[in-house]
């Protein structure tokens, strides 16, 4: 017969070990939960993104760019008043959301707005990417018949320039 001693403050301490792993990834999950609200819209030659970050300071939000996708990143921070806090639902802590862009972007020529907690980022399109639409006038290739093809083009391309403005 096999005599074992039980040991009460071992499975107390084995206990708090698994109290705490458990509440460890419920905090690192909620937190990493959280990221801000977005709205992403084609304007045409433009695509614009909105962000809610209400509560931040511009200077709290650091945002990059690349061709296919926007970064933001930010934190909330707990005021110095907090010591004296009661309860708090607020969320604090580092947020980054990644927004995936249906079109490539000229990253170098985005332009950013931060007001009343909106952030709003208008990002120009690639030229391939814009859908462009170019006019062909027939009746004015007809009356050339093929004798003044430079004045073709000129036609032509006055009237895609006339389309994009």
Avoid: C
């Amino acid at each position: 017969m096999l005599v074992r001693y039980w040991q009460p403050i071992r499975e107390m301490e084995t206990l708090r070990r698994q109290f705490d792993r458990v509440f460890d990834e419920l905090i690192a999950s909620n937190e990493s939960a959280w990221s801000p609200a977005t709205e992403l819209r084609d304007m045409g030659d433009v695509i614009e993104l909105r962000a809610q970050l209400p509560g931040l300071e511009a200077k709290d939000i650091d945002i990059q760019v690349s061709r296919e996708a926007v970064a933001i990143v930010g934190e909330y921070r707990q005021s110095p008043q907090s010591e004296n806090l009661l309860n708090s639902e607020f969320r604090y802590g580092k947020f980054q959301r990644v927004i995936t862009l249906p079109v490539a972007v000229i990253n170098d020529q985005v332009k950013a707005d931060y007001k009343d907690g909106i952030l709003t980022l208008t990002l120009p399109k690639v030229t391939e990417a814009r859908n462009t639409v170019v006019k062909v006038n027939l009746a004015e290739l007809s009356q050339n018949n093929g004798t003044d093809a430079p004045n073709e083009g000129k036609a032509i391309a006055a009237q895609e320039q006339a389309i994009h403005n």
